[in-house]
Structures are given as C-alpha cells and as structure tokens.
C-alpha cells in the first residue's frame, strides 16, 4: 500500500515556466511534508518542507502548497531553470519522535532550454 | 546548511567481504540516522532506523546479520555489509535526523551515497 503518491513519473517544462509536480498521500497522521531533488548516483537534497498548520510555504523559486483536505500536495517551480532538471522526491513523515520518511517514487523534471 | 558525509563514495569488493560504510553529520547532532537503499529507477527503500546507543530498528524483509548498524555518537552510524554478494551490489544513502529546536529541526538530511559493486 503505498501512502504517497507521486503519479506522474516524468514532466518536461520549458526554461522559464512554472514546473508543478504533484503529491498524494493516504495516511492522515502525517503532519510534516518534504521535498526532495536528487540527481542520478547522488544522495537527495533537502528544498523545502511544510507542517501540516500552514498551507503555504515559500523558498525563493520554490513553493509548497498542502492542502489538507484532499491530502495532496504540489511543489512550484518559478522558473524553471535547465539545473533544475532531476528526479524529485515527495516525502512524509509524522512531526513526532523518530518516525522515518515515506517516500513517493519520484517524477523526473526535464526543464528544456 | 546541514551537511552529511559518506565515506567511501564508491567501493568494489569480492563476494563473501564485508564492507563498512560511514555516515556521518558534520554540522549538527542527528538524534536518528537512517538507511535506505536504492534500486536502479526506484525510490529510496528504507533499510532501518538507528538511535545513538541502542539496537537499529530494522524494517520487514531485511537481513539484520546481514545488514549491521552501529550508531556510536550522535554524528556517526555506521552501515557494514557483512558476507557481501552480487545481489547486495546497490547505491546505500544515509540519513541525519536534525535534532534541537529551530525551524529545521526534525528534518532528514542525505548523505551523498556510496555505490557498492560485489563481484
């Protein structure tokens, strides 16, 4: 069963517009939620996260949207730059104790020049 | 920011060697280190939980002989692959839970991976 979701395995965006990839999760006790960008043969690299009290957060180029409700969230990308291309990671977790991530398989981002 | 270190970044051995692979974080106390493990076009499939001076937790299906975890300090676990084979050959990443207060507080930051190659 998998509790997070990331359905669209690849997405190709064009060099200076928005890239948003989506998020699903089933598990209602997550309260915290990362993204992650990861290039091939590399470990991933920590961009943003939000806490299950905002529904907004913003990070320069990059902004998270949670919305609780329909348990989903999306990561923006403004704008999208060739570097920017990578697999990127959605993962939850529970704000409490040690509980590790729950990872989403990943849609790799192709922005093009 | 955080940073993560793996030590080695890439290791080759022969079938039935054990291997160790160090995970350390240099800036801040991780109150959990993690181990996951990578398939090739596949996500990160979590190996176990380490807690600083006691047992890893390991998760269902993986060999806890095989897969041994030590987590001596707050910044150093270790991953050591005992009587490696082919099919252990497979990119290992760790983890650093950020301990403390402050607005990142909780958040998990990767190591680098190291790939392992048993002939």
């Known amino acids: 069963d998998q509790q997070v979701k990331q359905n669209s395995p690849s997405l190709s965006v064009q060099e200076g517009r928005i890239s948003i990839l989506n998020c699903d999760y089933t598990?209602?006790?997550?309260?915290?939620f990362l993204w992650y960008k990861k290039y091939p043969a590399e470990g991933p690299t920590f961009l943003i996260s939000?806490?299950?009290?905002?529904d907004k957060n913003e990070d320069g180029r990059f902004t998270v949207f949670l919305n609780k409700s329909a348990k989903h969230l999306s990561l923006h990308i403004v704008p999208s730059q060739p570097g920017d291309s990578a697999v990127y990671f959605c993962?939850?977790?529970?704000?409490?104790?040690?509980?590790?991530?729950?990872f989403g398989k990943g849609t790799r981002l192709s922005v093009i020049a | 920011g955080a940073v993560v270190s793996q030590h080695p970044s890439w290791v080759i051995c022969k079938s039935g060697t054990s291997v160790k692979i160090e995970c350390r974080s240099l800036?801040?106390?991780?109150?959990?280190m993690f181990w996951y493990r990578q398939f090739p076009k596949q996500s990160l499939m979590l190996m176990a939980t380490?807690?600083?001076?006691?047992?890893?937790?390991?998760e269902q299906g993986v060999e806890k002989d095989k897969f041994l975890i030590n987590h001596a300090s707050l910044t150093l676990s270790t991953l050591t692959v005992t009587s490696a084979h082919p099919e252990d050959s497979s990119f290992y990443i760790c983890?650093?839970?950020?301990?403390?207060?402050?607005?990142?507080?909780?958040?998990?930051?990767f190591g680098p991976g190291t790939r392992l190659t048993v002939l």
């Open positions: 983890s650093a839970r950020r301990g403390g207060g402050g607005p990142h507080a909780d958040t998990q930051y």
């Open positions: 598990n209602s006790m997550f309260d915290y």
């Open positions: 939000i806490s299950s009290i905002k």
């Open positions: 993962a939850a977790t529970t704000n409490s104790g040690n509980t590790p991530l729950v």
């Open positions: 800036d801040f106390q991780a109150t959990t």
């Open positions: 380490s807690n600083e001076g006691s047992k890893a937790t390991y």
